[in-house]
């Protein structure tokens, strides 16, 4: 499993430096131009060209991503082209941040998926089943934006309960934490209601309920254990979802992480700021999809990894 593990790492290397290609070459072939963002059009033609030769932006496409790739190779995410900031050292402040309402959104969406889709199951052909179907039905049909400017009305203007952005504690929390964790709350709890649709039906489940054990005992140790499996790949996955929800939601609630400091890269095309927040995304994604394979291992024991394959 280890070595299973360690080769999954490493395969991650030429993922991201596809993934740095394709950004830089994506990022270049929109219009406008980062000098202009930096300076204003109004500044005259030879200060803009001085600038554009100060940050290599006269040079061949492929002379800038190899210069940039020589950088992060050396450990370097490079400077910001609008403030002339380090990228890693701001990265580093602020994915706390953005860790924080990840794991909060998390902690808030998987337990109580879980918990939704199981009451969902049970409890199918009663009006709780329906109501729940409404529910996360309902979660995952409102887009995150709207979903934030909804609470921020109720919880901030109405209400005055929740303050309506900012970063610091609890408080400032709990709202974007809500709004990222909704649509992963109604993804989970509708893959563990099929999941656990899928197990009842399965004969060991006959045999547990012919020895006359509990219907709790059946549908907890039995129906919902054998479950597990496709709700922890969502869980897994939606690691990735959080991230890239966090965009939107540390946007509008102006949550000092990431996501925010993505959003400012692209507004400003800063190349740096852009790629450099790609990259530590992605290699999150990647890290905790690893971790999840190995975790199937530590759940159902008759699951295996073929090293040899690897």
């Known amino acids: 499993m280890i070595v299973y593990f360690i080769k999954r790492i490493l395969s991650v290397i030429p993922l991201l430096l596809g993934i740095t ?13 980062v ?23 006269d040079k061949p496409f492929f002379t800038q991503y190899l210069g940039y790739l020589k950088l992060i190779l050396e450990g370097n995410l490079g400077r910001s082209h609008i403030n002339q900031r380090d990228v890693a050292k701001d990265i580093k402040a602020k994915l706390p941040n953005t860790i924080i309402l990840a794991l909060t959104a998390m902690v808030i969406a998987t337990p109580l998926g879980i918990f939704l889709g199981f009451l969902s199951s049970m409890y199918s052909k ?3 089943g329906k109501i729940i179907d409404v529910i996360v039905i309902s979660s995952l049909s409102i887009p995150i934006f709207w979903c934030a400017l909804l609470l921020m009305l109720i919880f901030s203007l109405t209400f005055k309960i929740f303050p309506p952005s900012g970063t610091g504690g609890v408080n400032y929390l709990f709202l974007p934490a809500i709004t990222l964790a909704m649509p992963a709350m109604a993804t989970i709890a ?17 045999t547990a309920k012919s020895k006359g054990l509990s219907p709790l005992r059946v549908n907890t140790f039995h129906v919902l254990r054998n479950a597990l499996i496709p709700i922890i790949t969502i869980v897994g996955l939606d690691i990735g979802s959080y991230l890239n929800g966090a965009v939107v939601t540390e946007t509008i609630f102006g949550w000092d992480g990431i996501g925010r400091y993505t959003m400012e890269g692209i507004i400003r095309r800063d190349y740096p700021v852009i790629i450099g927040s790609v990259l530590v995304g992605t290699s999150f994604f990647v890290i905790v ?22």
């Open 289 to 310: 999809n690893a971790i999840t394979d190995v975790t199937y291992r530590l759940i159902d024991p008759r699951i295996r990894y073929d090293s040899k394959k690897w």
């Open 126 to 128: 009663n009006i709780l």
């Open 190 to 206: 509708r893959i563990t209601k099929t999941s656990i649709d899928d197990i009842k039906s399965m004969p060991w489940i006959k």
């Open 21 to 33: 290609f394709f950004s830089f070459a994506i990022l270049k072939s929109l219009p406008g131009d």
């Open 35 to 57: 000098v202009t963002n930096m300076v204003g059009e109004r500044t005259k033609t030879e200060i803009v060209q001085e600038i554009r030769i100060h940050l290599g932006q």
